[in-house]
């Protein structure tokens, strides 16, 4: 059953009305012809309509993007309602799911949602949260992708597109933006014809804010991040039948980097009472553990920082071979350094551990694509895409413990001498370095069997290959004993060939409803567990395999009312064998093969153009994820080995986390008709909502998060053609306090937070986004 935070004063009918929602009478403004906006995609690599790709497929452009609240990529669920952006204390440690499984973070892991920029794919999937600017538009492809897309694709894959030279005409377009926690923002766009054939585009934002989290323990604000980006695209059409445009951009981001512990969902009086009690007999308060986020934090934060940098350049070589055949040749390479002292990270008043991390990726991805027209063969019947893919990446991680001067006291207090007499920073580090090459062919062909119906086949091959050494080093063996045990794996190897298959059926039931069933194969590269444990693991243990999907998809997609309406609706059976999961032992966070999962439902979206100028979309997934087989799965938080609370648990049939049964949204827009000198109105609001979940792989009632809902509100103005335009926004206007994700209780066993009959523990919550508002005003030229 599906528990939302709806209310009255959230209510999209209630904000339209209180904003001026246009009387009946205003219908005859508005134009007979007036249709829904065609959206192209090209998730099958030609130019298509959405409403022709036999795909489960979310797609907006740049505007429409902004205008419903979404500038960065972490926001894009709002508008895709299959897919789940969150993030953890580490500011690298992004995790993408689509239908309830994805990544699990910043490690040598690959994803299972793939990220595309402009073609080329990205191997560490948070850079593109670094590099959204001059936005042209987003696909959100849901389900396996491995086909046209690759390995990484499992679950889905997110492409973006920036806005390209244009030899048509000189523009400049200037953005200033101010708004809550002290943010500031001023993007600069400008686009510079060289001739008939060279066009240049330039793009550039700046962006502060001061942070949301105000700390009692030492009177600051934390969350404060500095962010530049900048990129540089030329476009020179050297014939009329091949274009080369070559782009280079660089982003940078300081800050530092906290996003902290708020509060704990679901602690009882018991584990607050055992955490006060534990923290008063050294003289402390205890942290924040209120069951509602708080924005007021009680914690030692430990001189946090965080310093990303990224930089990339791409050729993107587009020839027409033939008059019925593209070639197209995409290559990048891709620089991204993030380096990061995490606050301390066991979130009490105590001086007890922070943690450094490096992340480094140097990555290069070439991509040929063969791609003819639209029924270039057998008198229309047949089109033909064919490519060849290589990938390769060098990737660096590492992490340093660092002890806090209560590190030593507290916990070695029988050794405190011997301990605090060892090395307090990098008391304890991890070195892992990782080279990975991928190798891939593809084809699709489309055959029209029917004037009416046609059958899609597709296949790749793929080969990848990795290897990596892992150094432990543990100067100070006492402190971090907890933590880190020596460990050296100068050779690890894995390798794996595997193929991916596509077959649709699509049959146009009239020009405006396409019914279509799909079944698809992908899989993600398994690899190597690059974590630090407090327990050496053998080369077995740190290998893992890699994960398959099998999906099946049934859907309807259709247009009526003449244009003004869209329909789409997909229903979907997901199963991944050998699931990759991530769990934790007491102190780290280890990779596995968890067994097989099955994930289902249904994604619906929708628009309709009505009258007077009104505008509604929606979006909804329905979802029921859970585990077929998942026997050797780590015991709850809080178990201690006893026979009824073990270390390992069958959790067979068991629903998976962060799979919520419902996400979508619902938004309502009018715009008036024109007056003055072509000036127009747009108001917006859209309610977001998503239903309860868990927050833990463990099946652990703890970590269930309440479902919540939140209201963005928009009213712009704008001169004719966008010469100007003004906005004022707010996005969560009504405040609406939620988690979004949870850590155990690190070292719940010593704050006494631990049951060990029931293996319940303390879960420490991250917030949602806080109310925002603000103002934007945009200029063009």
Same mark, same amino acid.
């Given at each position: 059953?599906?528990?939302?935070?709806?209310?009255?004063?959230?209510?999209?009918?209630?904000?339209?009305?209180?904003?001026?929602?246009?009387?009946?009478?205003?219908?005859?403004?508005?134009?007979?012809?007036?249709?829904?906006?065609?959206?192209?995609?090209?998730?099958?690599?030609?130019?298509?309509?959405?409403?022709?790709?036999?795909?489960?497929?979310?797609?907006?452009?740049?505007?429409?993007?902004?205008?419903?609240?979404?500038?960065?990529?972490?926001?894009?669920?709002?508008?895709?309602?299959?897919?789940?952006?969150?993030?953890?204390?580490?500011?690298?440690?992004?995790?993408?799911?689509?239908?309830?499984?994805?990544?699990?973070?910043?490690?040598?892991?690959?994803?299972?949602?793939?990220?595309?920029?402009?073609?080329?794919?990205?191997?560490?999937?948070?850079?593109?949260?670094?590099?959204?600017?001059?936005?042209?538009?987003?696909?959100?492809?849901?389900?396996?992708?491995?086909?046209?897309?690759?390995?990484?694709?499992?679950?889905?894959?997110?492409?973006?597109?920036?806005?390209?030279?244009?030899?048509?005409?000189?523009?400049?377009?200037?953005?200033?933006?101010?708004?809550?926690?002290?943010?500031?923002?001023?993007?600069?766009?400008?686009?510079?014809?060289?001739?008939?054939?060279?066009?240049?585009?330039?793009?550039?934002?700046?962006?502060?804010?001061?942070?949301?989290?105000?700390?009692?323990?030492?009177?600051?604000?934390?969350?404060?991040?500095?962010?530049?980006?900048?990129?540089?695209?030329?476009?020179?059409?050297?014939?009329?039948?091949?274009?080369?445009?070559?782009?280079?951009?660089?982003?940078?981001?300081?800050?530092?980097?906290?996003?902290?512990?708020?509060?704990?969902?679901?602690?009882?009086?018991?584990?607050?009472?055992?955490?006060?009690?534990?923290?008063?007999?050294?003289?402390?308060?205890?942290?924040?553990?209120?069951?509602?986020?708080?924005?007021?934090?009680?914690?030692?934060?430990?001189?946090?920082?965080?310093?990303?940098?990224?930089?990339?350049?791409?050729?993107?070589?587009?020839?027409?071979?033939?008059?019925?055949?593209?070639?197209?040749?995409?290559?990048?390479?891709?620089?991204?350094?993030?380096?990061?002292?995490?606050?301390?990270?066991?979130?009490?008043?105590?001086?007890?551990?922070?943690?450094?991390?490096?992340?480094?990726?140097?990555?290069?991805?070439?991509?040929?694509?063969?791609?003819?027209?639209?029924?270039?063969?057998?008198?229309?019947?047949?089109?033909?895409?064919?490519?060849?893919?290589?990938?390769?990446?060098?990737?660096?991680?590492?992490?340093?413990?660092?002890?806090?001067?209560?590190?030593?006291?507290?916990?070695?207090?029988?050794?405190?001498?011997?301990?605090?007499?060892?090395?307090?920073?990098?008391?304890?580090?991890?070195?892992?370095?990782?080279?990975?090459?991928?190798?891939?062919?593809?084809?699709?062909?489309?055959?029209?069997?029917?004037?009416?119906?046609?059958?899609?086949?597709?296949?790749?091959?793929?080969?990848?290959?990795?290897?990596?050494?892992?150094?432990?080093?543990?100067?100070?063996?006492?402190?971090?004993?907890?933590?880190?045990?020596?460990?050296?794996?100068?050779?690890?190897?894995?390798?794996?060939?595997?193929?991916?298959?596509?077959?649709?059926?699509?049959?146009?039931?009239?020009?405006?409803?396409?019914?279509?069933?799909?079944?698809?194969?992908?899989?993600?590269?398994?690899?190597?567990?690059?974590?630090?444990?407090?327990?050496?693991?053998?080369?077995?243990?740190?290998?893992?395999?890699?994960?398959?999907?099998?999906?099946?998809?049934?859907?309807?997609?259709?247009?009526?009312?003449?244009?003004?309406?869209?329909?789409?609706?997909?229903?979907?059976?997901?199963?991944?064998?050998?699931?990759?999961?991530?769990?934790?032992?007491?102190?780290?966070?280890?990779?596995?093969?968890?067994?097989?999962?099955?994930?289902?439902?249904?994604? &619906?979206? !929708?628009?309709?153009?009505?009258?007077? +100028?009104?505008? *509604?979309?929606? %979006?909804? /997934?329905?979802?029921? $994820?859970? #585990?077929?087989?998942?026997?050797?799965?780590?015991?709850?938080?809080?178990?201690?080995?006893?026979?009824?609370?073990?270390?390992?648990?069958?959790?067979?049939?068991?629903?998976?986390?962060?799979?919520?049964?419902?996400?979508?949204?619902?938004?309502?827009?009018?715009?008036?008709?024109?007056?003055?000198?072509?000036?127009?109105?747009?108001?917006?609001?859209?309610?977001?909502?998503?239903?309860?979940?868990?927050?833990?792989?463990?099946?652990?009632?703890?970590?269930?998060?309440?479902?919540?809902?939140?209201?963005?509100?928009?009213?712009?103005?704008?001169?004719?053609?966008?010469?100007?335009?003004?906005?004022?926004?707010?996005?969560?206007?009504?405040?609406?306090?939620?988690?979004?994700?949870?850590?155990?209780?690190?070292?719940?066993? &010593?704050? !006494?937070?631990?049951?060990?009959?029931? +293996?319940?523990? *303390?879960?420490? %919550?991250? /917030?949602?986004?806080? $109310?925002? #508002?603000?103002?934007?005003?945009?200029?063009?030229?």
């Amino acid at each position: 059953m599906m528990k939302l935070a709806w209310n009255g004063s959230g209510s999209v009918v209630a904000i339209m009305m209180a904003l001026g929602w246009p009387a009946a009478t205003n219908a005859q403004a508005i134009e007979a012809d007036a249709q829904l906006e065609e959206i192209v995609v090209t998730a099958q690599k030609r130019a298509e309509s959405i409403q022709d790709v036999p795909l489960s497929i979310v797609a907006a452009s740049g505007k429409a993007l902004e205008m419903s609240g979404v500038r960065s990529a972490g926001q894009l669920a709002k508008l895709a309602p299959s897919l789940k952006i969150d993030q953890s204390a580490g500011a690298s440690d992004l995790r993408i799911r689509i239908r309830g499984f994805g990544s699990p973070g910043a490690t040598a892991t690959d994803p299972a949602v793939a990220a595309y920029m402009n073609g080329s794919y990205l191997a560490r999937p948070g850079i593109l949260f670094t590099s959204f600017l001059d936005i042209a538009s987003v696909e959100v492809l849901s389900g396996p992708q491995g086909t046209l897309f690759g390995r990484n694709a499992s679950m889905g894959a997110i492409s973006v597109t920036t806005n390209a030279p244009s030899t048509g005409a000189t523009t400049a377009e200037v953005k200033a933006e101010a708004g809550s926690y002290g943010t500031f923002s001023g993007t600069v766009i400008a686009n510079i014809p060289a001739g008939e054939n060279v066009a240049l585009r330039f793009a550039g934002n700046a962006t502060h804010t001061d942070g949301i989290f105000h700390n009692r323990q030492d009177g600051k604000t934390y969350g404060k991040n500095n962010a530049y980006i900048g990129r540089l695209s030329l476009k020179w059409e050297a014939a009329p039948n091949l274009s080369v445009t070559l782009t280079g951009d660089a982003a940078k981001s300081d800050g530092d980097g906290v996003y902290t512990f708020t509060g704990a969902p679901n602690a009882t009086p018991g584990q607050v009472a055992a955490f006060t009690s534990l923290l008063a007999a050294f003289g402390r308060t205890p942290p924040v553990l209120t069951t509602s986020p708080s924005r007021n934090v009680n914690q030692v934060m430990g001189n946090p920082f965080l310093r990303d940098r990224n930089w990339g350049a791409a050729a993107n070589i587009d020839w027409q071979v033939s008059p019925i055949v593209n070639a197209r040749l995409i290559s990048s390479y891709r620089d991204w350094d993030n380096k990061q002292r995490v606050m301390d990270s066991i979130g009490t008043t105590l001086r007890l551990l922070n943690v450094y991390l490096e992340n480094r990726s140097q990555s290069q991805s070439h991509e040929l694509q063969l791609v003819s027209d639209k029924g270039a063969f057998l008198d229309g019947k047949l089109s033909l895409t064919a490519g060849a893919y290589y990938g390769r990446e060098k990737y660096h991680y590492g992490v340093a413990f660092n002890l806090g001067a209560d590190w030593c006291p507290i916990l070695f207090s029988a050794v405190a001498a011997a301990c605090s007499a060892g090395p307090q920073e990098r008391a304890g580090f991890l070195d892992f370095d990782q080279t990975s090459r991928s190798l891939a062919f593809y084809t699709q062909a489309n055959y029209r069997i029917l004037p009416a119906l046609e059958l899609a086949l597709g296949a790749r091959y793929t080969w990848d290959r990795k290897s990596a050494s892992l150094l432990t080093t543990v100067p100070n063996a006492i402190g971090v004993a907890p933590l880190a045990r020596p460990e050296s794996h100068p050779n690890l190897r894995f390798k794996d060939d595997r193929p991916s298959f596509r077959a649709s059926l699509s049959w146009d039931v009239t020009d405006q409803v396409m019914v279509f069933g799909t079944f698809s194969t992908g899989y993600k590269s398994g690899g190597f567990n690059s974590g630090i444990t407090n327990a050496p693991l053998t080369p077995a243990l740190r290998t893992f395999a890699s994960e398959t999907v099998k999906d099946w998809q049934l859907g309807v997609k259709s247009k009526f009312l003449d244009g003004r309406a869209r329909f789409n609706a997909t229903l979907f059976r997901t199963t991944l064998d050998n699931f990759q999961d991530r769990s934790f032992n007491g102190t780290a966070f280890i990779i596995r093969n968890s067994g097989d999962v099955r994930s289902q439902g249904v994604d &619906l979206d !929708g628009e309709v153009v009505g009258p007077a +100028g009104l505008h *509604l979309s929606f %979006g909804a /997934t329905y979802l029921d $994820a859970k #585990y077929v087989d998942n026997s050797n799965a780590p015991g709850r938080e809080g178990c201690t080995g006893t026979p009824t609370c073990p270390l390992v648990q069958d959790l067979s049939g068991a629903p998976v986390p962060y799979a919520s049964d419902w996400q979508g949204y619902v938004g309502v827009g009018w715009t008036s008709p024109a007056f003055g000198d072509g000036h127009k109105v747009t108001v917006r609001a859209t309610q977001n909502f998503t239903s309860s979940f868990l927050s833990s792989n463990t099946n652990n009632p703890s970590s269930k998060l309440a479902g919540y809902s939140t209201t963005d509100v928009l009213l712009s103005v704008a001169a004719d053609q966008d010469r100007w335009r003004l906005d004022l926004f707010g996005t969560n206007i009504f405040d609406k306090r939620y988690f979004v994700s949870t850590t155990a209780q690190i070292l719940g066993a &010593l704050f !006494g937070v631990n049951d060990p009959a029931t +293996g319940a523990t *303390l879960y420490r %919550g991250f /917030t949602g986004d806080p $109310a925002r #508002y603000g103002v934007r005003i945009a200029l063009k030229y």
